[in-house]
């Protein structure tokens, strides 16, 4: 299993430009989840998705777009850049089955810079 | 609605000595508790985690956590560092739909 892979590793953009960070999972998990990590801070939550066709917001969610037409893939969409969302993004997945709570696992992550 | 607090940002040892990283929750429900460890540039890697079973958790590379409900603390510890335990730690807490909320991160440095 390859696990979680994430696309691409690193990436500057000009502000207003837009862009897709694709994820996918291979490990047939139900919930997929993206997390944006700031310097000196733990990672917030930005959307959710407990299946196919079902997103949610996360703490976080203004400036991003989400998707899950699949359940392997989650890309997450940027429409219109900002400096503000210069940060290293984190992809997730794990198995949930009612009120358990299993362990995330994450990918290695992408690093943008909005300049 | 929970949270977490780790109690110190930055935590330094002397290689072969005792690690404590501290972390105390708040929740209104019987938690699920984890701790991530991340090496610079790296993803998450899971270390332990904590589901309501035994209260003493153990996990990779020789770590350990005890959930102590009345104290509403879930502390890392390890008996011996080594100098790849060097990294950033963070206590987490899962919350509705698994929803994760992380602390803000311990910085482990090891030193010789």
């Known amino acids: 299993n390859a696990g979680v892979t994430q696309t691409p590793k690193f990436r500057i953009l000009k502000i207003g430009q837009s862009m897709t960070l694709q994820c996918a999972q291979d490990?047939?998990?139900?919930?997929m989840y993206w997390y944006r990590q700031d310097p000196g801070m733990g990672l917030k939550l930005i959307y959710y998705s407990v299946g196919a066709g079902i997103t949610d917001k996360g703490e976080v969610p203004n400036g991003y777009n989400v998707s899950r037409s699949t359940t392997e893939d989650f890309p997450l969409r940027l429409e219109l850049a900002a400096p503000s969302q210069t940060s290293v993004y984190f992809c997730a997945s794990s198995y949930t089955s009612g009120t358990v709570s299993y362990e995330q696992y994450f990918g290695p992550g992408t690093r943008l810079t909005v300049t | 609605a929970q949270s977490v607090t780790q109690l110190d940002s930055h935590v330094s040892v002397s290689e072969g000595t005792p690690v404590l990283l501290r972390c105390n929750y708040s929740s209104s429900y019987s938690p699920s508790l984890f701790w991530y460890v991340q090496h610079p540039n790296k993803g998450l890697q899971l270390l332990l985690k904590?589901?309501?079973?035994?209260?003493l958790v153990k996990g990779i590379n020789g770590f350990e956590a005890e959930f102590k409900k009345s104290e509403t603390s879930f502390h890392l510890t390890k008996p011996s560092a080594h100098m790849s335990d060097a990294a950033e730690y963070f206590c987490v807490v899962a919350g509705g739909g698994n929803k994760l909320t992380f602390g803000t991160g311990t910085q482990l440095k090891v030193e010789l």
């Open positions: 904590y589901t309501s079973a035994a209260t």
């Open positions: 490990m047939n998990h139900n919930y």
